[in-house]
């Protein structure tokens, strides 16, 4: 039998004569179960936005990017681009040929994002979800057409209904320019609208889908292309990095190959950073919370003082009775913890299968995503338990201190 964890649980779940005690050790318990609960409900919660930001992310980024490391434009050829075709984890590859151009409709004038983009890309694109007004669609037999995000097209006034063109505008990289009539120096092109998507503000701000054709024409190019997109659905990210690093050998150093988090590193490394202030903010609240530990357990401790003598003179050592206190400390720390992830889980778990706590305002989801990860659950258990330890050893070091002083 361990006998300063006995003694520790007889202290706490025996009727103290100070009901007081009983009282703060209560408040501590639940406290630390209320801060643990709402560590475990945000990061859940954040979790879940987290996981809604990178599926939009999808609908746009491919799984790789295959990219210049210098200049804009290459030629997508090699034994790299038939080693790529022959993977049967490489559901498609897409050719992408992308420009910040001068549009104007009706009227209205603006500067868009306009990718140009091939019929593979037109075919397997997941935009094709995310349609909210027309259809994806690209080509029209002859008729070149364009898809245009959501804000872009409110703010220009774009309707597929209509049969008004969008026209595209960029000045000629070849010949001189021409100050007497500057309008021949700029090549111009017209696409008509078929469809609006919407999936985030940023992307519905500022891009367009257009036949790769209409692009090499607007930029006067020939075969060149921006960057070459592959996309690898429902495969594992071990599978991803592999043919990314098998790819970057057999490009080169003149070529770059990025997974999603290289193309969008600041706002992946941002939402990291995000996370671990919500953790540690919320871990202070919780060391705000247990210093009612400390409160109950320096009263506890001043009731006992004639059980110490009492244990000293049946041969308890000095460490053993610390002990004894420390660990009736972190007890009620431990049981507030274990309330708390009962629960932090249990809520999340509710929140994740019925969604009863709806989201305001027109969003894409309706109720507050929720994803559970274990990894947070250990972390909150042992950063909670932790605390709880050190906070339960203050009182005791204390009290101690002060009696060999006294001595």
């Given at each position: 039998?361990n006998?300063?964890l006995?003694?520790?649980g007889?202290y706490?779940?025996?009727?103290k004569s100070h009901?007081?005690?009983?009282?703060?050790?209560?408040?501590?318990?639940?406290?630390m179960?209320?801060?643990?609960?709402a560590?475990?409900?945000i990061?859940?919660?954040?979790?879940g936005f987290d996981?809604?930001v990178?599926?939009?992310l999808?609908?746009v980024?491919?799984?790789?990017?295959?990219t210049p490391?210098?200049?804009?434009?290459?030629v997508?050829e090699g034994?790299a681009?038939?080693w790529?075709y022959?993977?049967?984890?490489?559901a498609s590859i897409c050719?992408v040929?992308e420009?910040t151009v001068?549009?104007s409709?009706d009227g209205?004038q603006?500067?868009?994002?306009?990718r140009?983009?091939?019929?593979?890309?037109?075919e397997e694109s997941?935009l094709?979800?995310?349609i909210?007004?027309?259809?994806f669609?690209l080509?029209r037999?002859d008729?070149?057409?364009?898809?245009?995000?959501a804000?872009?097209?409110?703010?220009?006034g774009i309707d597929p209904?209509?049969?008004?063109p969008?026209?595209?505008?960029?000045?000629?990289r070849?010949?001189?320019i021409?100050l007497s009539n500057?309008?021949?120096?700029?090549?111009?092109v017209?696409?008509y609208p078929?469809?609006?998507?919407?999936v985030?503000?940023?992307v519905d701000d500022e891009?367009m889908i257009?036949?790769?054709?209409?692009?090499r024409?607007?930029?006067e190019?020939d075969d060149e292309v921006?960057?070459v997109?592959?996309?690898?659905?429902?495969v594992?990210?071990?599978?991803?990095?592999?043919?990314q690093?098998?790819a970057?050998e057999?490009?080169?150093p003149e070529?770059a190959v990025?997974?999603?988090?290289?193309?969008n590193?600041?706002?992946?490394?941002m939402?990291?950073?995000?996370k671990?202030?919500?953790y540690?903010i919320l871990?202070?609240v919780?060391i705000?919370?247990?210093f009612?530990i400390?409160?109950?357990l320096?009263?506890?401790?001043?009731e006992?003082r004639e059980?110490?003598m009492?244990?000293?003179?049946m041969g308890a050592?000095?460490?053993?009775?610390k002990?004894?206190?420390?660990?009736e400390?972190w007890?009620?720390?431990?049981?507030?913890l274990?309330a708390g992830l009962?629960i932090?889980i249990?809520f999340?778990?509710?929140?994740?299968?019925?969604?009863f706590?709806?989201?305001?305002?027109?969003f894409i989801v309706?109720?507050?995503?929720?994803?559970?990860?274990?990894k947070?659950?250990?972390?909150?258990?042992?950063?909670?338990?932790?605390?709880?330890y050190?906070?339960a050893?203050?009182?005791?070091?204390?009290f101690?201190?002060?009696?060999e002083?006294?001595?």
């Open positions: 039998m006998l300063p006995f003694i520790a007889r706490l779940f025996a009727k009901n007081v005690i009983n009282i703060i050790s209560a408040i501590s318990a639940i406290g179960a209320i801060g643990t609960a560590l475990i409900i990061l859940s919660i954040y979790n996981s809604l990178r599926s939009m999808g609908n980024e491919p799984e790789l990017l295959i490391a210098e200049g804009k434009t290459f997508p034994e681009y038939d790529l022959d993977q049967s984890s490489v050719t040929l420009e001068f549009i409709y209205r603006s500067v868009a994002k306009a140009g983009v091939d019929r593979i890309y037109a997941p094709k979800d995310h909210r007004r027309g259809e669609r080509r037999g008729v070149p057409l364009a898809v245009v995000g804000g872009l097209a409110h703010r220009l209904r209509f049969v008004a969008v026209e595209m505008y960029f000045p000629r070849t010949g001189n021409s500057p309008a021949a120096s700029i090549e111009s017209n696409v078929s469809g609006v998507f919407s985030n503000s940023e891009l257009v036949p790769i054709e209409k692009m024409e607007l930029l190019y921006s960057a997109e592959v996309r690898m659905t429902g594992p990210q071990k599978e991803i990095k592999r043919v690093e098998t970057q057999m490009l080169g070529f990025r997974d999603r988090f290289e193309q590193s600041a706002l992946y490394r939402m990291k950073y995000e671990a202030s919500i540690l871990i202070f919780i705000i919370i247990a009612n400390f409160g109950s320096s009263m506890l401790i001043m006992k059980d110490i009492t244990f000293r003179s050592t000095e460490r053993m009775m002990r004894v206190f420390v660990l400390g007890m009620i720390s431990l049981l507030g274990a009962a932090g249990g999340s778990l509710l929140q994740q299968h019925f969604g706590i709806k989201m305001p305002g027109n309706q109720a507050y995503p929720i994803i559970i990860s274990w947070d659950v250990l972390l909150t258990a042992a950063g909670v338990a932790i605390i709880g050190l906070i050893m203050l009182p005791v070091a204390s101690y201190r002060k009696e002083t006294a001595h």
